[in-house]
């Protein structure tokens, strides 16, 4: 079973900026990786995606400003968040999927967490104006 901790979730600034990042216990080349959040009173939702070949889907929220890209030689994932916004407010999740392929394609970003195998217990990004 993998294991994600997440780290780097903090209190910023409106335009601020922060970089997540999410160790895993193993090798997780193969895998299909993403972020998540989820404020107070919401649902979970997807932010970005990142299968095991490298591509990448971002949800629209912050397409533009967040970017998701992995190490696999150290079996990181990272989550670069520029010009934040208040409602960027949310803790921020990891999660893993046992398959090469994310399959988010076309489906609501806000039903994409169901795809998902194993999550991190989560990091707390809060923007303050």
């Known amino acids: 079973q993998v294991q994600l901790t997440e780290s780097g979730g903090e209190s910023v600034q409106v335009g601020g900026s922060l970089n997540l990042s999410c160790a895993a216990s193993?090798?997780?080349?193969?895998?299909?990786m993403g972020w998540f959040r989820q404020a107070p009173g919401k649902e979970r939702e997807g932010v970005a995606t990142?299968?095991?070949?490298?591509?990448?889907n971002t949800a629209d929220p912050v397409r533009g400003r967040f970017r998701i890209s992995r190490d696999n030689a150290k079996n990181i994932l990272y989550l670069q968040m520029k010009n934040l916004k208040p409602e960027d407010t949310a803790m921020y999740f990891c999660?893993?999927?046992?398959?090469?392929?994310?399959?988010?394609?076309?489906?609501?970003?806000?039903?994409?967490?169901?795809?998902?195998?194993?999550w991190g217990q989560g990091t707390q990004v809060t923007v303050s104006s």
């Open positions: 193993e090798n997780f080349e193969e895998r299909c």
């Open positions: 990142i299968n095991g070949g490298g591509g990448k």
């Open positions: 999660a893993a999927k046992d398959s090469f392929r994310c399959d988010v394609v076309g489906r609501p970003f806000r039903q994409w967490s169901g795809n998902f195998n194993y």
